[in-house]
């Protein structure tokens, strides 16, 4: 994740009142005032206090509760008919370039048949041979033209007319005669492509009603349920919240219906409760017990949610490597550390032909929109190792570059995704001794005889759409291997330390920082390297807290 995106601005709470503009839950403190109550001091006892005079005068009067149902439309539809066109666009685009190809898949093997057939010794000069090879292809419905010419350019034969207008409207391809011992020829053959255009264009007219009839069903249906199940008990909620203002003890009428698993039954029956409690004088004791349930409900809500985070924990850990994957051929040490449960930091080791590959991968974010990237690297390093084959670090950076942005439809294909990761990749030959690079955002840190050398990778991450920046490696990065280097491949994560001395304004470690405590631990196991390096980070920060997915593995090569 880059440092930017790290160090975003949190919303302050005034930005969070927004309601429906996604800034997050309103607290309870900012729901009170917008709603005209005035602050209470914890040692306040009398309940009456609560309510500010003249709070809820005209909560009630002169407020139209249907704008929640135009608000949730704005919000919604635009959103809904959007996608559903997206979807149906892309859909009818995939089925027409689908048709293309299998025309010119027939157009070529039609083309090629035919060339077989006339292809003979002395063909230029018999029509008779050629002739009735042209005039069979016009039986093809789709037959625009076909064109036959010697091994000079000269015309021989032809069947049908010219064609005319678009290139789109057709498809044409052509074919090699080639006869012993004599000039080879040339055999063009153009089809229609115009009836697949009109399917093509028939199908999207019938998704695009079929969408605009389920979104004004979508709407119909959303526009009835807010009004009756919203609407409605507001509407009630908030007259008697006016007559409460004025002394007149009113409950709301549920009906009999109260539902526990609605939230809006759920006020009501609370605001009755307040109102009994107001009654008889036992407010602080009613308020303590709503305080109670409304705890219990955060901390059930809260361990569902660790228990489904710790589950994905478990998840993103089995699809992490062992880290004796790559055998004694490698001394081999890793510090994986998540900033959350689960975290956007990724790491490969696998042994396959006898090479040794090594990869570190940093996705966008951190927690579980990160942990979501780190699988479909996994499942593309999968393919692209095994497999496609790939053992060139340059090769496996660019396709899974193009596998990743296709996973998240960033080749121009519909959504707009601007997610990537930054990417190192080592494979080591122990049979030739050559250690290859290649990096996209990530460079390679060499230790050996007190001095620190890095390999630089491009700076380009993998993934985004396409925006004209620099491209990625085109050839792997030879790396010199001398008995006692140490190599390091790690994430921002490591380098993007805040912290410093007491008093003084906190700064980034950065990679020189990093690089001088890993040199002053040389001569140390790796473990013990890295054990010292989590150390010396932790001190370093002080108070101020984490800020990424740290990730470092160090190898040693015999």
Known sequence: MSSAESSAEIPSPAARRGGLRGAGPMRREDLLDNLGFADVPADVADATA?????????????HDLDSLTRTLFLRIYPVIAAVVLLTQAGIAWVNYTDQIRLYTDRANIL????????????WERAPEIFGPQLQALARDPAFRYAALRDGAGTLLGSAGERPQGRDWNRVQVSATLDAAGDRSGNLTLVLS???????????????????????????????????????????????????????????????????????????????????????????????????????????????????????????????????????????????????????????????????????????????????????????????LLHERGLRSPAAILA??????????????????????????????????????????????????????????????????????????????TPVAVEPGTTFYLMTDGVTDQMGGAPGERPRLMGQRGVAERLLARADDDLDAQ?????????????????????TLVAFRLP
């Not at 609560?50 to 002169?62: E, F, Q, S, Y």
């Not at 389920?214 to 119909?220: I, T, W």
């Open 530 to 550: 890295l054990a010292g390096l989590e150390q010396d980070l932790a001190a370093y920060r002080g108070s101020q807290p984490r800020r990424d997915d740290m």
């Open 399 to 476: 396709g899974l570059d193009a596998m990743v942005r296709a996973q998240l439809r960033q080749d121009g294909r519909g959504a707009e995704s601007d997610d990537g990761l930054d990417c190192g990749i080592c494979v080591w030959d122990p049979a030739g001794r050559s250690l290859l690079f290649a990096g996209a955002g990530l460079s390679l840190t060499a230790i050996r005889d007190g001095a620190v050398a890095q390999v630089r990778g491009g700076r380009r991450g993998l993934g985004y759409p396409r925006t004209g920046r620099e491209a990625l490696p085109e050839a792997d």
């Open 193 to 383: 492509a115009e009836a697949l255009r009109d399917n093509a264009e028939r199908q999207a007219l019938l998704a695009l009603g079929t969408s605009l009839v389920l979104m004004l069903a979508f709407v119909a249906t959303l526009n009835r349920t807010v009004r009756r199940h919203v609407v409605a008990p507001l509407k009630r909620l908030l007259v008697a919240m006016r007559k409460v203002e004025h002394k007149r003890w009113t409950t709301v009428d549920l009906g009999g219906a109260y539902r526990p698993s609605n939230e809006i039954d759920a006020i009501s029956q609370a605001f009755n409760s307040m109102v009994e409690g107001l009654q008889s004088g036992d407010e602080a004791k009613r308020l303590l017990q709503a305080l109670e349930q409304a705890h219990a409900q955060l901390e059930t809500a809260n361990r569902q949610v660790i228990e489904s985070i710790g589950y994905a924990r478990r998840i993103q850990a089995s699809v992490l490597p062992e880290r004796t994957a790559l055998g004694g051929s490698v001394a081999l040490a890793v510090l994986y550390q998540p900033l959350h449960l689960v975290g956007g930091d990724y790491y490969w080791l696998e042994e396959i032909d006898g090479l040794s590959v090594i990869v570190v991968a940093d996705c966008t974010g951190h927690g579980v929109p990160g942990a979501f990237l780190t699988l479909i690297v996994a499942t593309a390093l999968d393919r």
């Open 50 to 62: 609560i309510m500010a005079p003249g709070a809820l005068r005209g909560a009630a009067r002169g």
């Open 111 to 122: 083309a090629s048949l035919t060339a077989s057939a006339i292809a003979r010794p002395g």
